[in-house]
Nanobody, 120 residues
Framework: VQLQASGGGVVQTGGSLRLSCVAT????????LGWFRQAPGKEREGIST??????YYADSVKGRFTVSKDNGNNAMYLEMNNLKPEDTATYYC????????????????WGQGTHVTVSS
């Protein structure tokens, strides 16, 4: 089982990035999915959680970030708009079986992380 995250980079304040997470060895359609981020010196923060057709976002990203899923490509995406310096972090995708939410302990499978830097 592998989740491969990609798409991170350096962007200016107000810019956009699209992160991808491609799964092998499991079908994302059968799992609850999440996106997390971790800034240096901080705990891992849940920013979105998706179960079936329901998606929830953390207040810190609501209205700016959008999650989508492509079952045909077994992938999920995190579209990030109007990026701010405080969005700088390593971003992780994750999959859970039978649970969802913003608690990292819920998730069994993790991508390796992709780093986003937002310059001011």
């Amino acid at each position: 089982v592998q989740l491969q995250a990609s798409g991170g980079g350096v962007v200016q304040t107000g810019g956009s990035l699209r992160l991808s997470c491609v799964a092998t060895g499991l079908s994302l359609d059968a799992y609850e999915l999440g996106w997390f981020r971790q800034a240096p010196g901080k705990e891992r923060e849940g920013i979105s959680t998706m179960s079936k057709d329901l998606t929830y976002y953390a207040d810190s990203v609501k209205g700016r970030f959008t999650v989508s899923k492509d079952n045909g490509n077994n992938a999920m995406y995190l579209e990030m708009n109007n990026l701010k310096p405080e969005d700088t972090a390593t971003y992780y995708c994750a999959a859970a079986w039978g649970g969802w939410g913003f608690d990292p302990k819920t998730y069994s499978y993790w991508g390796q992380g992709t780093h986003v830097t937002v310059s001011s």
